[in-house]
């Protein structure tokens, strides 16, 4: 390490408070400093290339080099750094960004609300729903559903639509009223011999039963996932979804699809609910909108929903939501430049086609003595890790071995992200046949040496 690194590292273990991390542990350890973007690959202070078979946090579509969006955020910053869109004052970016997502989502969606993260947008979402409520005289409906395992952000309200205990417990969340479901992975909650079919229609009854209930005239919306990202990478059964949005039309409870991960091309089609084959009436996303160059979401709702909330307005009070970088003009540029890329260099299509060798190449790690379960859709997947295949047991405390092939990956040159004992991977829609390769040798790579290291420990 040069001197500047170790002032990097020092200055950040004496300042810095790091998401999702030990602090005590970074303390001693230290940051991994990375320094540089090339295509699919980030570099360390050191010089040592990683394959970000990640895409950071699951957003990166385009690589981490594109030089396109630069010049469009500086183009930006040249003409109009900043400005607002409260109280009617717009700009170009923000209309024509939400133009293109307006006609790149299912037809019913037709309105656009910009945050700058997805916890904001989900916040936003509980918001315009009670909004919407309180407007047609139905105060009391003001439920969501949502499932364990669920990732919706980590705000006081979003965090609370979360089903992860480590989101909740020292949190005092959740905080709204929320009801969460059983998880659609068959291979965690499914019970003994049950059959697919079994499950689906089980959770179908779970979430039947618990509206009735709680009461239809409570429920306000379902939240989800189309396939679970941070929770595992799950994807739910056959027969899941066309059941939930069923229930949905039949109370009178509004859809939400949480596609913040699964959005543009990630699950093999352009959005998870086209993939798993529901319309939802609120859609929302981020990550792969700006590829993360610059923080951005956006929610996408239907026409019935606004308006209600633009009938309302001037008797509610007007409505005092909007954030001061609600549309903020560069990273609508951003974003705007971002999805050009995505349509001009097909690469929604190759995220597709890539998915296909990425899930088959992890598909033969299947066999191996610690690989509970491979899963995933398009380019994204999970390798679970057990210490007994037969039982699905899980390794006892979870997360050490899973904490091992990430840092054997580190190693080998690659960043994976362990979900507790699940490796996941979520690789820039750029790869290449080559990359996949890549990801998975790699993947087989860490497995192995983490398998040696368990047998060591005498976990397995
Ligand atoms: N929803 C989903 C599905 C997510 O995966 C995430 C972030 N991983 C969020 C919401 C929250 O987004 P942010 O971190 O930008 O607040």
């Known amino acids: 390490m040069n001197e500047l690194s170790n002032s990097v590292a020092h200055a950040d273990i004496t300042t810095i408070l790091h998401p999702y991390t030990d602090a005590r542990m970074h303390e001693q350890k230290g940051p991994l400093v990375i320094e540089k973007g090339d295509g699919v690959h980030v570099i360390d202070q050191s010089g040592k290339r990683y394959i970000e078979a990640m895409s950071g946090l699951w957003s990166v579509a385009v690589g981490f080099s594109q030089t396109r969006l630069r010049d469009a955020a500086a183009a930006q910053m040249e003409k109009l750094p900043y400005y607002h869109t409260f109280a009617s004052k717009s700009h170009e970016p923000s209309v024509r960004l939400a133009e293109k997502l307006v006609e790149m989502t299912p037809e019913n969606l037709t309105r656009v609300f910009y945050t700058s993260s997805g916890s904001e947008a989900n916040d936003t979402v509980i918001k315009l729903v009670w909004y919407m409520n309180n407007a047609l005289g139905r105060p009391q409906k003001k439920k969501f559903l949502a499932r364990n395992k669920a990732y919706h952000g980590i705000t006081i309200a979003s965090g609370s639509l979360t089903g992860l205990p480590g989101n909740h417990r020292d949190f005092d969340l959740p905080a709204i009223p929320v009801v969460h479901l059983t998880c659609p992975h068959l291979y965690r909650f499914g019970q003994e011999g049950e059959t697919e079919a079994q499950f689906c229609a089980r959770l179908l009854k779970e979430a039947e039963d618990t509206i009735l209930a709680e009461g239809p005239e409570t429920i306000a919306a379902f939240i989800g996932e189309p396939v679970m990202g941070a929770g595992g990478v799950m994807v739910p059964p056959e027969g899941y979804w066309q059941g939930i949005e069923a229930l949905c039309r039949k109370y009178d409870i509004l859809l939400v699809s949480d596609e913040v991960i699964n959005g543009f091309g990630r699950t093999g089609a352009r959005w998870g609910c086209e993939k798993m084959g529901f319309t939802p009436d609120i859609l929302v996303t981020s990550k792969q909108l700006t590829s993360s160059y610059m923080p951005l979401a956006a929610i996408v709702f239907s026409e019935d929903i606004y308006n209600v909330i633009a009938d309302n ?45 990425l899930q088959a190449g992890l598909a033969k790690l299947a066999d191996h003595p610690l690989v ?89």
């Open 372 to 460: 509970g379960e491979v899963r995933g859709t398009g380019l994204i997947a999970a390798v679970e890790l057990v210490a007994d295949k037969a039982t699905k047991r899980p390794f006892d405390p979870v997360g050490k071995v899973g904490g091992k092939v990430f840092e054997y990956g580190h190693e080998e040159g690659v960043i994976f992200r362990n979900l507790g004992d699940s490796i996941a991977v979520c690789p820039p829609l750029i790869v290449t046949e080559h990359d996949v390769d890549e990801i998975v040798r790699l993947m087989g790579i860490a497995i192995d040496r983490a398998a040696d290291w368990a047998r060591a420990e005498g976990l397995v």
């Open 313 to 357: 307005t001037h008797k509610l009070g007007g409505f005092g939501h909007g954030f001061t970088a609600s549309g903020h003009p560069v990273a609508c540029a951003v974003g705007l430049e971002n999805l050009a890329i995505i349509e001009e260099q097909g690469l929604m299509e190759n995220a597709a086609k890539m998915g296909e060798r």
